[in-house]
């Protein structure tokens, strides 16, 4: 067992405190358009500098415990935000710090700790509420900024991630490579992906990126467990002969399994095996369209299929694969003419508007997505690798930020829209009988403005007396662009931000503070110093 | 060393098939196949048929594993062998 190190209210959350402003120093100087750079050294001693929140947020480690466990906190909030939208580490740390901190300022006046975190949680979700009223859905104008913004306001990869976004649509893929020109280009084809990654480590053939990668493959689909290997020596006597390598899409036996692993290891395949996605009708649903855009046909103990009747005439087969361990993606010719594919889009079309039921609707719209997607793949060049990798992080951002606009619209930015729900939500609060979730309400609210303090602080300017009159008269929508020292409406300026990372900024740094404002104990590991 | 009656000792190994495309076959992806090929090291004066050095299928659940001279073997009656095959090399 390791020995404990215990403590209490006061004095454990003012340790808390401090590593949670450690952090939200350091990540909230990146936030907003002028935004500075940070400097991090890495394990061997090398700079890597940038400007992207979540990097900033995992290479802090403090020495202290408990000072370390505020900091992690607060890393969780922001990891989880960058996760769900693909941004906004920044405005999630500053919105939590500034929650904590009115929630350390107030805590001895709060009666009911537990009401004021139900207070906390309403106000956000009202918040949120406010903030989807708030939000339009975007053009393509209004595309380019937002990849323009993500990409730190470098404007050629903006373009470079509206097109791409714009070619392939909203249920296209859009994904990154090196480019071996030496140019940047972007490539579109046409095809699909299944959530699914490969089933064993043994088929990976490309070791940099640890994927799996063939050109040309045969494709095997069955919907029922494959419980012998020789239900698919067809298959494998096709991809020997024709020497393709081979992809099969079922479920297969852990005998199975075994026996394509120790082939594949022992150099007499080249095989490759994903799990099929989805559970019953929807799993043969996915399927069938998967058997439609690759030409083969379904191996069906439904349709008696045994391994007598099974021949070649099963396989189907696409342009390329490309599967590492979260997903797989399948590239087929472009020009293909596929009427019943059509068909099926249009039905799915019509269905989709059709039915109300929430679930159905997902699960149409996926298969959708699947079908009708296209993908473009992002080929970036660079002089030198530290370059390279500088340009892959804010691409990466930039085809986040453009997807999340894409799904939920986007909200004027530069911390303008929560400055606007911050109007709204403090002329008629939430009232209750409690005094303490009033206050855990008002607490909430009054911290959102901050995003906005930050990043006029960061700017390095102050407003003058003029400037501060005019937010004091502004409208909605109308603020301040620091860039440029400009007021008015953001939407013109072209500063928006995708609703969807506001939205889990505001969220999880409010389930942050929340948990932090009902702990009064801390309990952390003993260090023991080396000698 | 000599097998006692009605006794068959046979090599504990594992014998790797292959089938026609060249695709290696083991005992633990056939595991639900319950007969397992197996040399016969030495047989008893009882046994009949099975000759020594001959390949054998047997019950892979039948009989019991022994050690002699740091070998590992295992002890079968002539009831548990199914086939006895005359030109073992064309098929392993």
């Known amino acids: ?531 | 060393m000599k097998a006692v009656g009605s006794y068959i000792i046979v090599k504990d190994e594992e014998v790797i098939q292959k089938n026609d495309l060249g695709l290696i076959i083991t005992e633990e992806s056939d595991n639900n196949i319950r007969y397992i090929i197996g040399e016969v090291v030495s047989v008893g004066a009882d046994v009949k048929e099975v000759e020594v050095g001959g390949k054998v299928y047997f019950d892979k659940i039948a009989g019991s594993s022994l050690r002699v001279n740091g070998t590992k073997l295992k002890a079968i009656r002539e009831r548990d062998v199914v086939v006895i095959l005359d030109n073992a090399d064309s098929i392993i």
């Open chain 1, 1 to 531: 067992m390791i020995e404990k190190e215990i403590v209490f209210d006061g004095e454990g959350r003012k340790k808390l405190k401090k590593g949670i402003d450690i952090l939200a120093e350091a990540v909230s100087s990146t936030l907003g358009a002028s935004g500075k750079t940070v400097i991090i050294e890495d394990e061997y001693g090398n700079p890597h500098i940038t400007k992207d929140g979540v990097t900033v947020a995992n290479s802090i480690i403090l020495s202290d415990p408990i000072e370390n466990l505020g900091c992690s906190i607060l890393k969780q909030a922001s990891q989880k935000t960058a996760s769900e939208a693909g941004d906004g580490t920044t405005t999630s740390c500053v919105l939590a710090r500034a929650i904590i901190n009115r929630c350390f300022d107030n805590i001895d006046d709060i009666e009911n700790v537990t009401q004021a975190k139900e207070g906390i949680e309403a106000a956000a979700k009202d918040i949120v509420k406010l903030l989807e009223k708030s939000s339009k859905s975007v053009n393509q104008k209004t595309l380019l900024q937002v990849s323009t913004i993500s990409a730190n306001g470098d404007s050629y990869i903006g373009e470079l991630v509206s097109n791409a976004y714009e070619e392939v649509g909203k249920d296209g893929i859009v994904n990154m490579e090196d480019s071996l020109s030496g140019i940047d280009h972007t490539e579109i084809t046409n095809g699909t992906r299944i959530k699914r990654g490969y089933g064993t480590p043994f088929s990976i053939n490309n070791l940099r990126s640890k994927s799996v990668e063939y050109q040309n493959p045969l494709i095997v689909i069955s919907d029922t467990k494959i419980d012998m290997h020789e239900r698919l020596h067809f298959a494998f006597e096709q991809s020997i002969k024709q020497k393709r390598p081979l992809l099969i899409v079922s479920e297969l036996d852990d005998r199975v399994k075994l026996f394509v692993a120790q082939n594949i290891n022992k150099k007499n395949l080249t095989c490759n095996f994903i799990h099929p996605e989805g559970v019953g009708i929807s799993k043969f649903e996915l399927l069938e369209d998967l058997c439609m855009m690759t030409g083969a046909r379904m191996i069906s103990e439904l349709s008696g299929d045994s391994k007598e009747n099974i021949d070649k005439s099963y396989l189907g087969t696409c342009a390329s694969m490309v599967s590492n361990s979260n997903e797989t993606i399948l590239v087929f010719e472009k020009d293909e003419e596929n009427t019943k594919k059509k068909e099926v889009i249009s039905y799915l079309k019509e269905e989709i508007e059709k039915t109300s039921n929430r679930n159905v609707k997902y699960h149409l719209k996926d298969r959708l997505s699947k079908l009708s997607g296209g993908v473009a793949t992002i080929k970036l060049a660079g002089n030198s690798e530290i370059e390279l990798k500088e340009k892959k992080d804010r691409v990466d951002d930039s085809i986040h930020a453009t997807k999340a606009a894409l799904e939920e619209g986007v909200v004027a930015g530069g911390g303008v829209a929560l400055l606007d729900v911050h109007e709204k939500i403090s002329s008629k609060p939430h009232r209750s009988s409690s005094s303490s979730f009033n206050m855990g309400y008002k607490m909430m609210v009054d911290s959102i403005p901050d995003v906005w303090n930050k990043i006029i602080s960061n700017s390095g300017q102050e407003l003058t007396l003029e400037e501060t009159k005019m937010m004091q008269n502004r409208k909605p929508k109308q603020g301040f662009d620091v860039k440029n020292k400009l007021f008015g409406n953001m939407f013109t300026f072209g500063i928006v931000d995708p609703l969807k990372v506001t939205k889990n900024a505001v969220l999880n740094s409010a389930s942050v503070a929340s948990t932090i404002l009902t702990t009064s104990c801390v309990i952390s590991n003993k260090r023991i110093a080396k000698k």
